[in-house]
């Protein structure tokens, strides 16, 4: 004679026995786990993208250090030509034709301040486009920063939800923990 199988009797009874909110608090610790783990997935992201700008923005403080000493040098040059332009000026008062290595010395300042102005002026564009690239991550830190906090009061609530067993509360966690993904997801698209 074949066995008949075993049947868990205690186990089916308590299935059937279970109250109905077992069910709700499980479902509740599930979203609630899942929107825990996207919300330390936004939390890092909103980290990485305040680093990354801060990054940026000291890299933009050097270059405009860098842009400052070649203006400084510049005028330097500048001051050294008008010396030489003076001293030219003195000769030319004098009756004098100036020595050629005057008129050579105030050419070549002049050629060399060109050179330090399109230095400057690089140094300066690079600047912009570092600081303008930092203020965009800023832009997308904050609609991470924006996400997390949705996504954290959202698992606030489905613990309010857990701990009332109310089923709507459940599902306004729900809700925010949707908006909060949209808002990471569509950063994260950016």
Request: aromatic letters at 6%.
């Amino acid at each position: 004679m074949a066995e008949e199988p075993e049947v868990d009797l205690d186990r089916v009874h308590e299935a059937i026995h279970e109250p109905p909110t077992a069910n709700l608090l499980r479902n509740i610790a599930l979203t609630t786990a899942l929107l825990a783990a996207l919300g330390a997935v936004a939390a890092l992201r909103a980290g990485d993208t305040v680093n990354e700008a801060l990054v940026l923005k000291t890299e933009a403080g050097r270059l405009q250090a860098q842009a400052s000493d070649q203006w400084a040098y510049y005028q330097a040059k500048g001051v050294k030509a008008s010396v030489q332009e003076a001293a030219r000026a003195a000769w030319a008062a004098a009756g004098k034709t100036p020595p050629a290595p005057l008129e050579e010395t105030i050419q070549r300042y002049e050629k060399e301040q060109k050179e330090i102005e399109h230095a400057a002026r690089e140094k300066e564009q690079e600047r912009d486009q570092k600081s303008d690239e930092a203020d965009s991550l800023l832009r997308h830190h904050k609609r991470f920063a924006g996400s997390v906090t949705l996504i954290q009061v959202s698992i606030a609530l489905g613990a309010v939800a857990a701990l009332t067993r109310n089923r709507w509360i459940w599902w306004a966690s729900i809700g925010l923990g949707a908006a909060g993904s949209a808002v990471f997801l569509g950063t994260l698209a950016l």
